[in-house]
């Protein structure tokens, strides 16, 4: 995500709903802030090898997006923009609103407003209340390979199935700190956490109250 002065500031990620209708959802942290004046959101973000710089891509971009639910508890910010990126090949990822702990996950990210990065825990995360008393967050305790940074926030934390279970909040991960932890508010507390269609994901993410708990990812057409 870019400011439109071009500042490089947090990341997201597409997001399907459970009616299939190619809806340009897309998800991040409400720490990243809830006035989208400005935005720029940049896809295929990314290098064919970790240290060529000169292969990546920043021409993906659409300008500008609604503001449709967010939530501090939870920490989600979703948005629609204001245009579909579908020429750019995208993926719409699917989503899990189960609140079970998964075995292991995977991040993908942009540290530091660096191109995309992976990071992989293969170990059970564990259900807490991120700085406060509850259960409103998935904590990774580690990562086993990569890490995140600032500028990660708001990236999605994918289950074993390839869902996103939670978006990053925080935490004391860092290329410094490879032992460190970071702390993702749950889709499943996101979902109905507000009392209004402003403060939650479920009227947005299943519009057509089909009370899915899991949807998967498609081809954005």
């Known amino acids: ?10 990341s997201g990620s597409l997001i399907n709903n ?12 409400n720490h990243c802030g809830t006035t989208t004046t400005g935005w720029v959101i940049m896809f ?13 891509n920043t021409r993906d971009t659409v ?10 508890t939870s920490d989600f910010h979703l948005v629609r923009l204001s245009e579909s990126p579908a020429q750019y090949k995208v993926y719409l990822n699917g989503w899990s609103r189960v609140d ?30 991120y700085q406060r008393p509850g ?21 999605p934390l994918f289950d074993t199935n390839n869902r996103i279970i939670g978006q990053l909040h925080g935490g004391s991960a860092s290329c410094r700190n490879m032992s460190g932890w970071d702390g ?4 499943a507390k996101s979902w109905n956490v507000g009392w209004t269609r402003s403060g939650r994901l479920r009227d947005h993410l299943d519009p057509s109250n089909t009370r899915a708990e899991t949807v998967n990812g498609r081809n954005l057409e």
């Open 18 to 29: 459970a009616d299939n209708k190619n809806d340009p959802l897309f998800l991040s942290a």
């Open 135 to 155: 259960d409103s967050h998935w904590r990774v305790t580690r990562w086993d390979r990569g890490t995140t940074e600032g500028g990660s926030s708001g990236s």
């Open 1 to 10: 995500m870019l400011r439109s002065t071009g500042a490089r500031f947090c």
């Open 63 to 72: 300008s500008g997006a609604t503001s449709l639910a967010s939530h501090s």
């Open 100 to 129: 079970s702990p998964s075995s292991k996950v995977v991040g993908i990210h942009h540290p530091s407003g660096d191109n995309k990065k992976i990071s992989f825990s293969d170990r059970e995360v564990l259900s807490y209340g």
């Open 44 to 56: 295929n973000y990314h290098a064919d090898r970790c240290a060529d710089r000169s292969s990546r």
């Open 184 to 187: 993702y508010g749950k889709i």
